[in-house]
Protein backbone atom coordinates (compact mmCIF):
# COMPACT_ATOMS: atom_id res chain seq x y z
CA UNK A 1 0.00 0.00 0.00
CA UNK A 2 1.66 3.14 -1.21
CA UNK A 3 -1.44 5.84 -0.67
CA UNK A 4 -3.72 6.73 2.08
CA UNK A 5 -6.95 9.20 1.13
CA UNK A 6 -9.92 10.12 3.05
CA UNK A 7 -12.61 8.11 1.10
CA UNK A 8 -16.48 8.12 1.72
CA UNK A 9 -17.56 4.69 2.03
CA UNK A 10 -18.92 4.90 -1.64
CA UNK A 11 -16.08 5.90 -2.67
CA UNK A 12 -13.97 3.27 -1.11
CA UNK A 13 -16.21 0.77 -2.39
CA UNK A 14 -15.81 1.79 -5.71
CA UNK A 15 -12.11 2.37 -5.42
CA UNK A 16 -12.06 -1.53 -4.14
CA UNK A 17 -13.97 -2.76 -7.25
CA UNK A 18 -11.15 -1.50 -9.03
CA UNK A 19 -8.36 -2.68 -7.11
CA UNK A 20 -9.93 -5.85 -6.69
CA UNK A 21 -10.26 -6.95 -11.12
CA UNK A 22 -13.91 -6.26 -11.53
CA UNK A 23 -14.45 -6.36 -14.97
CA UNK A 24 -18.27 -5.11 -14.99
CA UNK A 25 -20.46 -2.74 -12.58
CA UNK A 26 -24.17 -2.06 -12.42
CA UNK A 27 -26.58 -0.16 -10.25
CA UNK A 28 -29.70 2.05 -10.61
CA UNK A 29 -29.31 4.89 -8.65
CA UNK A 30 -31.01 5.19 -5.45
CA UNK A 31 -30.06 7.08 -2.11
CA UNK A 32 -27.61 6.96 -0.24
CA UNK A 33 -25.28 4.15 -2.50
CA UNK A 34 -25.74 5.98 -5.78
CA UNK A 35 -21.78 7.40 -5.90
CA UNK A 36 -20.95 4.37 -5.98
CA UNK A 37 -21.08 3.64 -9.57
CA UNK A 38 -20.59 7.46 -10.52
CA UNK A 39 -17.33 6.76 -9.15
CA UNK A 40 -16.79 3.26 -10.67
CA UNK A 41 -17.52 5.39 -14.35
CA UNK A 42 -14.63 7.87 -13.58
CA UNK A 43 -12.13 4.68 -13.46
CA UNK A 44 -10.71 2.75 -15.85
CA UNK A 45 -10.83 -1.02 -16.74
CA UNK A 46 -14.67 -1.05 -15.76
CA UNK A 47 -17.68 -1.44 -17.81
CA UNK A 48 -19.69 0.31 -15.40
CA UNK A 49 -23.66 1.13 -16.65
CA UNK A 50 -26.98 2.45 -15.19
CA UNK A 51 -29.19 -0.26 -15.33
CA UNK A 52 -33.09 0.34 -16.10
CA UNK A 53 -34.05 -1.19 -12.72
CA UNK A 54 -32.05 -3.29 -9.84
CA UNK A 55 -33.46 -6.61 -11.01
CA UNK A 56 -31.62 -5.64 -14.69
CA UNK A 57 -28.99 -4.69 -12.76
CA UNK A 58 -28.71 -7.55 -10.52
CA UNK A 59 -28.56 -9.96 -13.55
CA UNK A 60 -26.42 -8.15 -15.88
CA UNK A 61 -23.98 -8.20 -13.26
CA UNK A 62 -24.93 -12.02 -12.06
CA UNK A 63 -24.75 -12.79 -16.44
CA UNK A 64 -20.96 -11.31 -16.33
CA UNK A 65 -19.39 -13.40 -13.12
CA UNK A 66 -21.10 -16.72 -14.75
CA UNK A 67 -19.14 -15.86 -17.89
CA UNK A 68 -16.28 -15.07 -15.78
CA UNK A 69 -15.37 -11.63 -15.02
CA UNK A 70 -15.52 -10.16 -11.29
CA UNK A 71 -18.47 -8.17 -11.00
CA UNK A 72 -20.40 -5.67 -8.62
CA UNK A 73 -23.98 -4.69 -8.35
CA UNK A 74 -25.24 -1.95 -6.34
CA UNK A 75 -28.62 -0.44 -5.39
CA UNK A 76 -30.71 1.29 -2.36
CA UNK A 77 -32.37 -1.49 0.30
CA UNK A 78 -35.69 -0.98 -0.99
CA UNK A 79 -33.93 -2.32 -4.64
CA UNK A 80 -33.01 -5.51 -3.66
CA UNK A 81 -37.25 -6.01 -3.18
CA UNK A 82 -36.93 -5.60 -7.08
CA UNK A 83 -34.02 -7.41 -7.38
CA UNK A 84 -35.15 -10.65 -4.85
CA UNK A 85 -36.14 -13.19 -7.90
CA UNK A 86 -32.42 -13.71 -9.21
CA UNK A 87 -31.00 -12.88 -5.85
CA UNK A 88 -32.50 -15.44 -4.19
CA UNK A 89 -31.99 -18.05 -7.40
CA UNK A 90 -28.35 -16.82 -8.12
CA UNK A 91 -27.28 -18.10 -4.55
CA UNK A 92 -28.46 -21.60 -5.67
CA UNK A 93 -26.52 -21.35 -9.07
CA UNK A 94 -22.87 -20.08 -7.44
CA UNK A 95 -21.18 -17.39 -9.49
CA UNK A 96 -18.10 -18.46 -11.30
CA UNK A 97 -16.18 -15.71 -11.16
CA UNK A 98 -16.92 -13.33 -7.51
CA UNK A 99 -20.02 -11.08 -7.61
CA UNK A 100 -20.54 -9.14 -4.54
CA UNK A 101 -23.91 -7.05 -4.18
CA UNK A 102 -23.41 -4.11 -2.29
CA UNK A 103 -26.79 -3.03 -0.95
CA UNK A 104 -27.36 0.32 1.18
CA UNK A 105 -29.54 0.20 4.11
CA UNK A 106 -31.38 4.08 5.20
CA UNK A 107 -31.95 3.59 8.94
CA UNK A 108 -33.84 7.44 9.86
CA UNK A 109 -35.73 6.80 6.16
CA UNK A 110 -33.68 10.25 4.78
CA UNK A 111 -34.56 9.61 1.24
CA UNK A 112 -36.45 6.14 1.14
CA UNK A 113 -40.28 4.59 1.68
CA UNK A 114 -39.29 2.46 4.31
CA UNK A 115 -37.00 1.54 7.30
CA UNK A 116 -36.47 -2.01 5.98
CA UNK A 117 -33.33 -3.74 7.74
CA UNK A 118 -31.62 -6.08 4.54
CA UNK A 119 -29.31 -8.38 7.01
CA UNK A 120 -33.06 -10.12 7.33
CA UNK A 121 -32.03 -10.97 3.50
CA UNK A 122 -29.30 -13.07 4.91
CA UNK A 123 -30.96 -16.26 6.17
CA UNK A 124 -34.05 -15.92 4.25
CA UNK A 125 -31.61 -16.29 1.30
CA UNK A 126 -29.14 -17.94 2.70
CA UNK A 127 -26.25 -15.39 1.32
CA UNK A 128 -23.18 -14.04 3.44
CA UNK A 129 -23.73 -10.73 4.37
CA UNK A 130 -20.28 -8.63 5.49
CA UNK A 131 -21.01 -4.85 7.87
CA UNK A 132 -18.25 -2.43 6.78
CA UNK A 133 -18.26 0.63 9.56
CA UNK A 134 -16.02 2.60 8.29
CA UNK A 135 -14.55 3.55 4.46
CA UNK A 136 -11.06 1.44 5.00
CA UNK A 137 -13.24 -1.07 5.87
CA UNK A 138 -15.43 -0.92 3.14
CA UNK A 139 -11.90 -1.36 1.25
CA UNK A 140 -10.83 -4.52 2.59
CA UNK A 141 -14.23 -5.93 2.93
CA UNK A 142 -15.01 -5.48 -0.64
CA UNK A 143 -11.59 -7.57 -1.22
CA UNK A 144 -12.54 -10.20 1.46
CA UNK A 145 -15.74 -10.50 -0.27
CA UNK A 146 -14.70 -11.27 -3.56
CA UNK A 147 -12.41 -13.67 -2.20
CA UNK A 148 -15.51 -15.56 -0.33
CA UNK A 149 -17.45 -15.45 -3.23
CA UNK A 150 -15.23 -17.37 -5.40
CA UNK A 151 -13.73 -20.00 -2.52
CA UNK A 152 -17.19 -20.25 -1.70
CA UNK A 153 -18.83 -20.05 -5.30
CA UNK A 154 -21.69 -18.03 -3.91
CA UNK A 155 -22.52 -14.08 -4.22
CA UNK A 156 -21.64 -12.08 -1.02
CA UNK A 157 -23.56 -9.12 -0.20
CA UNK A 158 -21.96 -6.13 1.44
CA UNK A 159 -24.35 -4.52 4.22
CA UNK A 160 -23.54 -0.60 4.00
CA UNK A 161 -25.85 2.52 6.14
CA UNK A 162 -26.27 6.24 5.82
CA UNK A 163 -23.39 6.58 7.69
CA UNK A 164 -20.71 4.58 6.30
CA UNK A 165 -21.59 5.30 2.63
CA UNK A 166 -21.15 9.03 3.07
CA UNK A 167 -18.65 9.41 6.10
CA UNK A 168 -15.25 10.48 4.76
CA UNK A 169 -12.70 8.47 6.67
CA UNK A 170 -9.21 7.18 5.61
CA UNK A 171 -8.80 4.84 3.41
CA UNK A 172 -5.25 2.98 2.03
CA UNK A 173 -5.24 2.53 -1.52
CA UNK A 174 -3.69 -0.21 -3.30
CA UNK A 175 -2.68 -1.14 -7.55
CA UNK A 176 -5.35 -2.83 -9.48
CA UNK A 177 -4.60 -6.95 -8.91
CA UNK A 178 -4.72 -8.37 -12.18
CA UNK A 179 -7.72 -11.14 -11.81
CA UNK A 180 -7.72 -13.77 -14.49
CA UNK A 181 -10.84 -14.50 -16.63
CA UNK A 182 -12.35 -17.62 -14.84
CA UNK A 183 -13.05 -20.51 -17.51
CA UNK A 184 -17.01 -20.30 -18.24
CA UNK A 185 -17.94 -24.19 -18.96
CA UNK A 186 -21.80 -24.91 -19.89
CA UNK A 187 -23.17 -27.00 -16.86
CA UNK A 188 -27.39 -26.99 -16.93
CA UNK A 189 -27.47 -28.63 -13.81
CA UNK A 190 -25.98 -25.97 -12.04
CA UNK A 191 -27.25 -23.32 -13.80
CA UNK A 192 -30.33 -24.11 -15.40
CA UNK A 193 -33.06 -24.00 -12.71
CA UNK A 194 -35.99 -26.49 -13.00
CA UNK A 195 -37.11 -28.56 -10.30
CA UNK A 196 -35.19 -31.34 -10.15
CA UNK A 197 -31.62 -29.32 -10.34
CA UNK A 198 -32.76 -26.39 -7.95
CA UNK A 199 -33.65 -29.49 -5.00
CA UNK A 200 -29.72 -30.30 -5.79
CA UNK A 201 -28.44 -27.49 -5.22
CA UNK A 202 -30.59 -26.62 -2.59
CA UNK A 203 -28.91 -28.92 -0.69
CA UNK A 204 -25.44 -27.50 -1.64
CA UNK A 205 -26.57 -23.93 -0.35
CA UNK A 206 -27.52 -25.86 2.93
CA UNK A 207 -23.80 -27.22 3.14
CA UNK A 208 -22.23 -23.92 1.76
CA UNK A 209 -24.42 -22.15 4.49
CA UNK A 210 -22.63 -24.91 7.13
CA UNK A 211 -19.18 -24.25 5.58
CA UNK A 212 -19.63 -20.29 5.82
CA UNK A 213 -20.38 -20.42 9.27
CA UNK A 214 -17.35 -22.55 9.78
CA UNK A 215 -15.14 -19.36 7.55
CA UNK A 216 -16.75 -17.22 10.35
CA UNK A 217 -15.59 -18.71 13.38
CA UNK A 218 -11.62 -17.57 12.35
CA UNK A 219 -12.78 -14.68 10.26
CA UNK A 220 -9.81 -12.13 11.08
CA UNK A 221 -11.78 -9.08 10.34
CA UNK A 222 -14.43 -9.57 13.44
CA UNK A 223 -12.92 -8.05 16.22
CA UNK A 224 -12.66 -7.62 20.42
CA UNK A 225 -11.92 -5.10 21.83
CA UNK A 226 -11.08 -5.50 25.33
CA UNK A 227 -12.20 -3.99 28.36
CA UNK A 228 -11.75 -4.76 31.97
CA UNK A 229 -15.48 -4.86 33.24
CA UNK A 230 -16.86 -8.47 34.20
CA UNK A 231 -20.25 -7.97 34.42
CA UNK A 232 -21.22 -6.24 31.02
CA UNK A 233 -20.35 -7.26 27.61
CA UNK A 234 -21.48 -5.73 23.83
CA UNK A 235 -21.89 -7.41 20.53
CA UNK A 236 -22.56 -5.52 17.72
CA UNK A 237 -21.84 -4.39 13.94
CA UNK A 238 -21.20 -1.88 10.75
CA UNK A 239 -21.82 1.69 12.06
CA UNK A 240 -23.49 0.82 15.65
CA UNK A 241 -20.40 -0.41 16.51
CA UNK A 242 -18.58 3.29 15.85
CA UNK A 243 -21.17 4.73 18.38
CA UNK A 244 -20.39 2.12 20.79
CA UNK A 245 -16.59 2.19 20.70
CA UNK A 246 -17.34 6.32 21.39
CA UNK A 247 -19.65 6.20 23.85
CA UNK A 248 -18.93 2.75 26.00
CA UNK A 249 -16.04 2.93 28.54
CA UNK A 250 -14.15 0.01 29.93
CA UNK A 251 -16.35 -2.79 27.95
CA UNK A 252 -15.57 -5.42 26.20
CA UNK A 253 -17.06 -5.66 22.29
CA UNK A 254 -17.49 -8.11 20.19
CA UNK A 255 -17.75 -6.37 16.81
CA UNK A 256 -19.17 -8.94 13.93
CA UNK A 257 -17.94 -8.11 10.57
CA UNK A 258 -19.79 -10.91 8.90
CA UNK A 259 -23.18 -10.83 10.76
CA UNK A 260 -24.82 -13.68 8.93
CA UNK A 261 -24.28 -16.69 9.22
CA UNK A 262 -23.05 -15.98 12.51
CA UNK A 263 -19.68 -17.58 14.23
CA UNK A 264 -22.07 -19.53 17.10
CA UNK A 265 -18.65 -20.59 18.73
CA UNK A 266 -16.98 -17.41 18.87
CA UNK A 267 -20.18 -15.56 20.14
CA UNK A 268 -20.51 -18.25 22.83
CA UNK A 269 -16.99 -18.10 23.89
CA UNK A 270 -16.58 -14.00 23.98
CA UNK A 271 -20.38 -14.41 25.90
CA UNK A 272 -19.13 -16.87 28.65
CA UNK A 273 -16.78 -14.62 29.92
CA UNK A 274 -19.21 -12.03 31.32
CA UNK A 275 -22.74 -11.80 33.16
CA UNK A 276 -24.40 -10.07 30.87
CA UNK A 277 -24.39 -9.26 27.21
CA UNK A 278 -25.98 -6.18 25.36
CA UNK A 279 -27.02 -6.09 21.66
CA UNK A 280 -26.82 -2.57 20.01
CA UNK A 281 -27.50 -2.75 16.64
CA UNK A 282 -29.78 -0.10 13.91
CA UNK A 283 -32.97 -1.18 12.90
CA UNK A 284 -34.04 -4.70 13.51
CA UNK A 285 -32.96 -6.82 16.23
CA UNK A 286 -31.01 -9.03 14.24
CA UNK A 287 -27.97 -9.72 15.88
CA UNK A 288 -30.07 -9.91 19.37
CA UNK A 289 -32.52 -12.93 17.49
CA UNK A 290 -30.26 -15.16 16.22
CA UNK A 291 -27.64 -15.17 19.33
CA UNK A 292 -30.81 -16.40 21.86
CA UNK A 293 -30.06 -19.76 19.75
CA UNK A 294 -26.57 -19.75 21.28
CA UNK A 295 -27.21 -17.50 24.79
CA UNK A 296 -29.42 -18.10 27.72
CA UNK A 297 -32.10 -15.51 26.89
CA UNK A 298 -31.73 -14.35 30.34
CA UNK A 299 -28.56 -13.15 29.94
CA UNK A 300 -29.08 -11.35 26.68
CA UNK A 301 -30.24 -7.63 26.45
CA UNK A 302 -31.56 -5.99 23.55
CA UNK A 303 -32.11 -2.56 22.96
CA UNK A 304 -35.24 -0.69 24.31
CA UNK A 305 -38.05 -1.54 21.03
CA UNK A 306 -38.45 2.31 20.20
CA UNK A 307 -34.86 2.32 19.16
CA UNK A 308 -35.27 -0.24 16.31
CA UNK A 309 -37.14 2.92 14.86
CA UNK A 310 -34.75 5.31 13.14
CA UNK A 311 -30.77 5.55 12.92
CA UNK A 312 -28.67 5.12 16.28
CA UNK A 313 -26.01 7.56 17.03
CA UNK A 314 -23.86 8.34 20.02
CA UNK A 315 -26.57 10.20 22.05
CA UNK A 316 -28.79 7.06 21.44
CA UNK A 317 -26.04 4.35 22.06
CA UNK A 318 -25.38 6.31 25.33
CA UNK A 319 -28.98 6.19 26.34
CA UNK A 320 -28.97 2.35 25.67
CA UNK A 321 -26.56 1.75 28.02
CA UNK A 322 -28.15 4.16 30.52
CA UNK A 323 -31.53 3.09 30.27
CA UNK A 324 -30.30 -0.64 30.82
CA UNK A 325 -27.20 -0.45 32.79
CA UNK A 326 -25.96 1.86 35.70
CA UNK A 327 -22.70 3.67 34.84
CA UNK A 328 -21.36 2.17 31.40
CA UNK A 329 -20.67 5.41 29.41
CA UNK A 330 -18.32 7.97 29.59
CA UNK A 331 -20.09 10.68 30.32
CA UNK A 332 -23.98 10.44 31.39
CA UNK A 333 -24.74 13.62 31.56
CA UNK A 334 -23.61 14.67 27.95
CA UNK A 335 -26.74 15.09 25.27
CA UNK A 336 -25.11 15.88 21.92
CA UNK A 337 -27.25 17.98 20.23
CA UNK A 338 -27.15 16.67 17.23
CA UNK A 339 -30.14 18.57 15.47
CA UNK A 340 -30.36 20.77 12.93
CA UNK A 341 -32.78 23.67 12.26
CA UNK A 342 -35.51 21.91 10.12
CA UNK A 343 -35.42 22.54 6.49
CA UNK A 344 -38.43 21.18 4.28
CA UNK A 345 -37.73 19.68 0.88
CA UNK A 346 -38.55 21.99 -1.75
CA UNK A 347 -39.18 21.83 -5.63
CA UNK A 348 -36.19 23.84 -7.23
CA UNK A 349 -37.15 27.05 -8.85
CA UNK A 350 -37.91 26.82 -12.36
CA UNK A 351 -38.74 22.79 -11.56
CA UNK A 352 -40.93 21.20 -14.79
CA UNK A 353 -42.88 19.60 -12.20
CA UNK A 354 -44.16 22.92 -10.33
CA UNK A 355 -47.34 23.19 -12.85
CA UNK A 356 -48.36 20.34 -13.04
CA UNK A 357 -49.19 19.66 -9.62
CA UNK A 358 -50.44 22.95 -9.30
CA UNK A 359 -53.40 21.75 -11.58
CA UNK A 360 -53.61 18.14 -10.37
CA UNK A 361 -54.67 19.83 -7.01
CA UNK A 362 -56.51 22.41 -8.81
CA UNK A 363 -58.82 19.92 -10.56
CA UNK A 364 -58.98 17.49 -7.15
CA UNK A 365 -57.61 14.24 -8.96
CA UNK A 366 -56.84 11.08 -7.07
CA UNK A 367 -53.27 10.76 -7.79
CA UNK A 368 -51.43 7.64 -7.24
CA UNK A 369 -47.61 8.74 -7.16
CA UNK A 370 -44.34 6.94 -7.40
CA UNK A 371 -40.85 7.35 -6.37
CA UNK A 372 -38.73 10.60 -7.46
CA UNK A 373 -38.68 14.37 -7.05
CA UNK A 374 -42.21 14.75 -7.89
CA UNK A 375 -42.39 13.20 -4.54
CA UNK A 376 -42.45 16.49 -3.10
CA UNK A 377 -45.96 16.98 -4.44
CA UNK A 378 -47.20 15.05 -1.58
CA UNK A 379 -46.13 18.35 0.67
CA UNK A 380 -47.40 21.28 0.94
CA UNK A 381 -48.34 23.48 -0.45
CA UNK A 382 -49.32 21.16 -3.60
CA UNK A 383 -50.73 17.95 -1.36
CA UNK A 384 -51.77 16.38 -4.50
CA UNK A 385 -50.92 12.89 -3.86
CA UNK A 386 -52.62 10.33 -2.57
CA UNK A 387 -49.87 7.31 -2.44
CA UNK A 388 -46.00 7.02 -2.97
CA UNK A 389 -45.56 3.66 -2.10
CA UNK A 390 -42.84 2.07 -4.60
CA UNK A 391 -41.23 2.32 -8.29
CA UNK A 392 -43.82 1.59 -10.53
CA UNK A 393 -46.60 1.52 -8.23
CA UNK A 394 -48.17 5.24 -9.68
CA UNK A 395 -49.20 3.27 -12.87
CA UNK A 396 -50.69 -0.19 -11.25
CA UNK A 397 -52.04 1.55 -8.26
CA UNK A 398 -54.00 4.20 -10.75
CA UNK A 399 -55.43 0.90 -12.77
CA UNK A 400 -56.18 -0.77 -9.44
CA UNK A 401 -58.50 2.20 -8.38
CA UNK A 402 -59.67 2.39 -12.46
CA UNK A 403 -60.95 -1.15 -11.86
CA UNK A 404 -62.79 -0.31 -8.68
CA UNK A 405 -64.76 2.34 -10.11
CA UNK A 406 -62.87 5.30 -8.55
CA UNK A 407 -61.09 7.46 -11.14
CA UNK A 408 -57.65 8.06 -10.24
CA UNK A 409 -54.12 9.91 -12.24
CA UNK A 410 -51.24 7.73 -12.19
CA UNK A 411 -47.66 10.28 -12.01
CA UNK A 412 -44.33 9.07 -12.53
CA UNK A 413 -41.70 10.02 -13.66
CA UNK A 414 -39.29 9.40 -17.09
CA UNK A 415 -36.66 7.08 -15.03
CA UNK A 416 -39.71 5.28 -13.18
CA UNK A 417 -41.19 4.94 -16.05
CA UNK A 418 -38.01 3.20 -17.61
CA UNK A 419 -37.53 1.21 -14.22
CA UNK A 420 -40.76 -0.61 -13.83
CA UNK A 421 -43.77 1.94 -14.91
CA UNK A 422 -43.25 0.30 -18.60
CA UNK A 423 -44.39 -3.17 -17.35
CA UNK A 424 -47.48 -1.39 -15.39
CA UNK A 425 -48.83 0.28 -18.80
CA UNK A 426 -48.77 -2.56 -20.54
CA UNK A 427 -50.73 -4.15 -18.20
CA UNK A 428 -53.46 -1.54 -18.17
CA UNK A 429 -53.50 -1.59 -22.07
CA UNK A 430 -53.98 -5.45 -21.61
CA UNK A 431 -56.42 -5.47 -18.94
CA UNK A 432 -58.25 -2.70 -20.92
CA UNK A 433 -57.62 -0.29 -18.23
CA UNK A 434 -58.91 3.38 -18.92
CA UNK A 435 -57.03 5.41 -16.16
CA UNK A 436 -55.11 8.43 -16.90
CA UNK A 437 -51.12 8.15 -16.28
CA UNK A 438 -48.87 11.99 -16.51
CA UNK A 439 -45.25 11.13 -17.44
CA UNK A 440 -42.99 14.03 -15.56
CA UNK A 441 -40.08 13.62 -18.06
CA UNK A 442 -37.18 15.81 -17.14
CA UNK A 443 -34.57 13.87 -19.36
CA UNK A 444 -32.81 12.83 -16.19
CA UNK A 445 -32.68 10.76 -12.43
CA UNK A 446 -32.87 13.92 -10.72
CA UNK A 447 -34.08 12.96 -7.58
CA UNK A 448 -30.54 11.04 -6.65
CA UNK A 449 -28.34 13.97 -8.26
CA UNK A 450 -28.84 13.89 -12.25
CA UNK A 451 -28.03 10.34 -13.44
CA UNK A 452 -28.72 9.42 -17.14
CA UNK A 453 -31.77 6.81 -17.93
CA UNK A 454 -32.96 6.08 -21.26
CA UNK A 455 -34.76 9.36 -21.70
CA UNK A 456 -31.68 11.37 -21.64
CA UNK A 457 -30.11 13.09 -24.26
CA UNK A 458 -27.68 10.77 -26.15
CA UNK A 459 -24.07 10.58 -24.72
CA UNK A 460 -22.05 6.96 -24.50
CA UNK A 461 -25.62 5.48 -24.48
CA UNK A 462 -28.45 5.43 -26.94
CA UNK A 463 -31.77 6.91 -26.10
CA UNK A 464 -35.15 5.61 -26.07
CA UNK A 465 -38.40 7.68 -26.96
CA UNK A 466 -40.87 7.56 -24.04
CA UNK A 467 -43.90 8.12 -26.73
CA UNK A 468 -42.89 5.62 -29.35
CA UNK A 469 -42.51 2.96 -26.58
CA UNK A 470 -46.19 4.16 -25.19
CA UNK A 471 -47.52 4.50 -28.78
CA UNK A 472 -46.29 0.51 -29.50
CA UNK A 473 -47.91 -0.88 -26.67
CA UNK A 474 -51.04 0.09 -28.62
CA UNK A 475 -52.08 2.87 -27.04
CA UNK A 476 -53.63 5.44 -29.45
CA UNK A 477 -54.49 8.86 -26.89
CA UNK A 478 -50.57 9.87 -26.31
CA UNK A 479 -49.99 13.76 -26.09
CA UNK A 480 -47.16 15.43 -25.30
CA UNK A 481 -46.53 18.70 -23.77
CA UNK A 482 -44.37 21.90 -22.83
CA UNK A 483 -44.26 21.76 -18.83
CA UNK A 484 -43.92 25.47 -19.08
CA UNK A 485 -46.57 26.06 -21.86
CA UNK A 486 -49.07 26.71 -18.66
CA UNK A 487 -52.24 27.54 -20.33
CA UNK A 488 -51.81 24.26 -22.95
CA UNK A 489 -51.30 21.88 -19.87
CA UNK A 490 -54.42 23.92 -17.88
CA UNK A 491 -56.26 22.27 -20.75
CA UNK A 492 -54.69 18.77 -20.86
CA UNK A 493 -55.24 18.62 -16.94
CA UNK A 494 -58.37 19.26 -17.25
CA UNK A 495 -59.20 17.01 -19.96
CA UNK A 496 -57.79 13.85 -18.04
CA UNK A 497 -61.46 13.55 -16.15
CA UNK A 498 -63.29 13.82 -20.18
CA UNK A 499 -61.09 10.73 -21.89
CA UNK A 500 -62.94 7.42 -22.59
CA UNK A 501 -60.11 5.38 -22.79
CA UNK A 502 -56.78 5.27 -21.39
CA UNK A 503 -54.71 8.11 -21.65
CA UNK A 504 -51.21 8.93 -21.59
CA UNK A 505 -49.82 12.53 -21.14
CA UNK A 506 -46.28 13.07 -21.12
CA UNK A 507 -45.52 16.43 -19.48
CA UNK A 508 -41.63 17.25 -20.68
CA UNK A 509 -38.78 19.39 -19.89
CA UNK A 510 -35.28 19.19 -18.83
CA UNK A 511 -34.67 19.27 -15.01
CA UNK A 512 -33.28 22.93 -14.28
CA UNK A 513 -29.93 21.20 -12.78
CA UNK A 514 -28.97 20.26 -15.87
CA UNK A 515 -30.12 22.85 -18.46
CA UNK A 516 -27.59 25.48 -19.81
CA UNK A 517 -30.31 28.02 -20.35
CA UNK A 518 -33.13 29.95 -18.89
CA UNK A 519 -36.46 30.25 -20.55
CA UNK A 520 -36.18 33.83 -19.60
CA UNK A 521 -34.76 36.76 -17.17
CA UNK A 522 -35.73 36.65 -13.65
CA UNK A 523 -39.35 37.94 -13.44
CA UNK A 524 -40.26 40.85 -10.74
CA UNK A 525 -43.92 41.64 -8.80
CA UNK A 526 -45.03 45.37 -9.74
CA UNK A 527 -46.29 46.45 -6.51
CA UNK A 528 -48.92 48.74 -7.34
CA UNK A 529 -50.67 45.51 -9.45
CA UNK A 530 -50.37 43.02 -6.74
CA UNK A 531 -53.49 42.98 -4.63
CA UNK A 532 -51.35 40.31 -2.03
CA UNK A 533 -54.35 37.35 -2.92
CA UNK A 534 -51.16 35.12 -2.11
CA UNK A 535 -52.33 33.04 -5.08
CA UNK A 536 -48.58 32.97 -6.73
CA UNK A 537 -47.31 31.42 -3.14
CA UNK A 538 -49.44 28.34 -3.99
CA UNK A 539 -47.39 27.30 -6.99
CA UNK A 540 -44.30 27.00 -4.16
CA UNK A 541 -41.77 27.87 -5.62
CA UNK A 542 -38.31 29.12 -3.39
CA UNK A 543 -37.65 32.34 -5.21
CA UNK A 544 -41.25 33.83 -3.84
CA UNK A 545 -40.74 35.31 -0.67
CA UNK A 546 -42.82 37.60 1.17
CA UNK A 547 -41.99 41.23 2.82
CA UNK A 548 -42.72 42.32 6.07
CA UNK A 549 -45.75 43.90 5.26
CA UNK A 550 -47.09 40.46 3.73
CA UNK A 551 -46.24 41.33 0.34
CA UNK A 552 -45.11 38.68 -2.14
CA UNK A 553 -41.72 39.57 -4.05
CA UNK A 554 -39.59 37.83 -6.14
CA UNK A 555 -35.25 36.71 -5.47
CA UNK A 556 -34.25 37.40 -8.93
CA UNK A 557 -31.10 35.44 -8.27
CA UNK A 558 -32.94 32.31 -7.55
CA UNK A 559 -35.69 32.93 -10.33
CA UNK A 560 -35.20 30.50 -13.17
CA UNK A 561 -37.82 32.22 -15.45
CA UNK A 562 -40.02 29.49 -15.84
CA UNK A 563 -43.30 31.99 -15.77
CA UNK A 564 -45.58 29.56 -13.66
CA UNK A 565 -46.18 32.23 -11.24
CA UNK A 566 -46.69 34.65 -13.80
CA UNK A 567 -49.67 32.42 -15.34
CA UNK A 568 -51.36 32.03 -11.96
CA UNK A 569 -51.29 35.35 -11.25
CA UNK A 570 -54.77 36.79 -11.88
CA UNK A 571 -53.69 40.60 -11.67
CA UNK A 572 -51.28 39.95 -14.17
CA UNK A 573 -49.06 41.33 -11.55
CA UNK A 574 -45.86 39.19 -12.27
CA UNK A 575 -43.74 40.91 -15.26
CA UNK A 576 -40.73 39.48 -17.07
CA UNK A 577 -37.55 40.38 -16.32
CA UNK A 578 -35.57 43.03 -18.07
S1 LIG B 1 -40.81 32.43 -12.79
FE1 LIG B 1 -41.89 32.37 -10.84
S2 LIG B 1 -42.23 30.18 -10.45
FE2 LIG B 1 -40.65 30.32 -12.05
S3 LIG B 1 -38.71 30.30 -10.97
FE3 LIG B 1 -39.26 32.46 -11.18
S4 LIG B 1 -40.38 32.96 -9.33
FE4 LIG B 1 -40.31 30.73 -9.45
S1 LIG C 1 -50.73 36.20 -7.43
FE1 LIG C 1 -50.29 38.23 -8.26
S2 LIG C 1 -51.68 39.55 -7.21
FE2 LIG C 1 -51.67 37.66 -6.05
S3 LIG C 1 -50.12 37.99 -4.50
FE3 LIG C 1 -49.07 37.05 -6.21
S4 LIG C 1 -48.31 38.76 -7.44
FE4 LIG C 1 -49.82 39.58 -6.03
Known amino acids: MDKRQFLTGNQAIARCAWEAGVKVACAYPGTPSTEIVEEIDKLEDISSEWSVNEKV ?18 MKQVGLNVAADPFFTSIYTGVNAGLVLVCADEPGVFSSQNEQ ?20 ECRLFMKEAFEISERFDTPVMIRLTTRVCHTHTITGLNIREEVKKHEYKKDARK ?37 TRKDLCIISSGMASQHVLEVAEDISILKLAMSYPMPDDLIGDFCSEYEKVLVVEENDDFIYNNILRIINKEKVIKKPDHMRVDELNPDRVRRILDENIDNTSSDNTKQDDLSLPPRPPQMCPGCPHRAAFYLLRK ?9 GCYGLGVLPPFEAMDTIICMGASVSMAHGFDKGNKDAVGVIGDSTFFHTGINSLINSYYNNGRSAVVILDNSITAMTGGQVNPSSEKTKTRSVSIENVVRSIGI ?27 RVLIVRQPCVLIRKDRPSKPLFIDKEECIRCGICLKVGCPAISVDQEKRPFIIGSFCFGCGVCKSVCPKGAIKDGE
Do not use: W
Not at 195 to 208: D, F, G, N, S, T
Not at 476 to 502: G, H, P, Q, S, T
Open 476 to 502: EDVRVIDAYDYNKLDKEIKALKDREDL
Open 191 to 227: RSMIPIYALKRHEIVEERIRELKKFNEEFACNKIFQG
Open 117 to 136: DNRNYGPFARIPILEPADSE
Open 363 to 371: YKYTITGDI
Open 57 to 74: AYEVAYGAALSGSRAVVC
